[in-house]
């Protein structure tokens, strides 16, 4: 693909040697989940337990009488729920594995008196123990949500495996129950009462003890999440962030996401020497860092060292998004990573802009246009602006973001107005004609962080929807004009991903696979922002900053992609509180890439 040129490092020094530590966690997975498959499927289907398959069937954990089919299932949800986590080489997936392998061997040979079936149990135990130093790995953060989400998740489950169980048996059922009667006894079943449909001969028994098994599970699985020892996300400390804001000052001009580490969602690992620091989010077990290392470049690999230790302690898949070029050739040259050309950084050296000339013919016709519709602009640091105004600020851009999600995580900030970022520009947009509303003249929002003493870094756009088009053009010119004034040189706007795939395919002689490529770039913008946000860049001529995503292996990235989206706020697997039991006057958080798409559209 464009723009997706791996840097290679001349030395690799490998955090890792030989076979990976998680190479056996992840066989025993496998056979774990493999396991679980099949006495799933022999303790539901009664025709798999005539078929060929019963051979295998036979010396898998689980029995196969009225009480067999309950203990074949338990123990099929209770494995492909360990598989995940004996993958990842969990400590406590271990020890609930190490507990339930020799369970089943006991049940196989107490109930179907089957020494063979006893024995695939403890194999499988075997390795399980052989090797139980690589199951090491810590626990991934989490909070009491998980409970609610899995006793969701696992009801949802049971309700279709307790209908399967119920219409499987179609010869020996009494009668033609309705999908309402059925419904009916699998609810009644997993509670352990007996239901309306009724069957011949033992059949009602195994049944019965089926659907009650599902119910024990799911109310044993939530009642431990529920109660378990809660291990919270990590977040940044008053001291962390003090020792983060001494490296930015004396190095925070190098990277123009630097000022973005001072998230305080985020956490934070330094190097011996306290002079560098990755600053990170675990996200789906990847552990996401964000931007080059802070500090002074000498001691970046032992922050780096730092950052990978931890990843190996968690078991988390650690990746790096938006790494400038150095900070690739550092991560790959210091852990045996990869990196891959993710995008481009848009940066206005201020010396150069200008709205004279045919180029900027389109920014400078909108800017005179809304001049004309009566509306003012004003750049000022957050430590000019009174407290007042300053929440009217805050109150605007929460409400004017249009959605419950909130996006942004490499280049956001997640605040606007805090007291510590005396630093940062708010460019506003006023129109004093009109009856004031809520926010009074207020109509649009621009927020830059700091980029060392000389820069400033695009974080946060916000407008008015009733507001005219083209506030987010008229501000940034009034922020680059006014930029002299506060001594900056150079503005870093938004990030704009797979840039050059898309400015290469649409010239004359790009071949047919790149042009493939930026087909499906642009059929994807009708969903991510991904043309329209390149195309709004280019308006002011800058130059373009590759930026990279760095991960250790190719398999990786489908899993990084995902967790990276959940990140930037555009996959939401929480389950969010109803509106009107969120505090109203919680600090507005920043948006990745601040544009929202009808603002796109209209420029």
Known sequence: MSGGVPIRSSRVRRLMRGPRPESVPALVGRACALVGLLDVAAGIFPRFRQSRMHTLAEVLPGAFGPFAAALSLSAGVLLLLLAHGLKRAKRRAWRAAVVLLPAGAVAQFVYRHSLVGALISLALLVPLVVHRDQFAALPDPRSRWRALANFVLMGAGSLVLGLVI???????????????DRLTHVLYGLFGFEGPVGYQGNTSWTVAFSLGALGWITAVTTIYLAFRPEHPAARLTEEDESRLRALLERHGG??????????????????PSGKAAVTYRVVSGVMLASGDPIGDVE??????????DEARAHSWTPAVMGCSETGGEVWTRETGLDALELGDEAVVDVADFSLAG??????????KRIERAGYETRVRRVRDLGEAELERIRRAAEDWRGTDTERGFSMALGRVGDASDGDCLIA??????????????????????PWGTDGASLDLMRRDRAADPGMNEL????????????????????FAMFRSALARGEKIGAGPVLRAWRGLLVFLSRWFQIESLYKFN????????????????????PRIGFAAMQAEG????????????????????ACAHGLAERDVRAA
């Open 166 to 180: 119920v219409s499987v048996h179609p010869r020996r059922m009494i009668g033609d129950p309705s999908l309402a």
């Open 254 to 271: 190098r990277d123009s996401l630097g000022h973005f580490a001072l998230r305080r969602d985020k956490a934070v690992v330094f190097s």
């Open 299 to 308: 001691a970046w690999p032992g922050a780096i060292e730092r950052f990978m």
């Open 358 to 367: 045919r180029a900027m013919r389109n920014v400078r016709q909108m800017v």
């Open 428 to 449: 506003t947009a006023h129109r004093a004609d009109e009856v004031p509303g809520p926010y009074g003249d207020l109509k649009a929002i621009l927020h830059f962080v």
């Open 475 to 494: 501000l940034i010119v009034a922020a680059l004009q006014a930029a002299p004034r506060f001594g900056i040189t150079r503005v870093s706007l938004n």
């Open 538 to 557: 280019a308006k002011f001529q800058p130059r373009w900053e590759p930026r990279f995503v760095v991960y250790r292996a190719s398999g990786d990235l």
């Open 570 to 589: 555009f996959v939401n697997l929480a389950l969010p509180l109803p509106r009107f039991l969120r505090r109203r006057a919680r600090p507005a958080r």
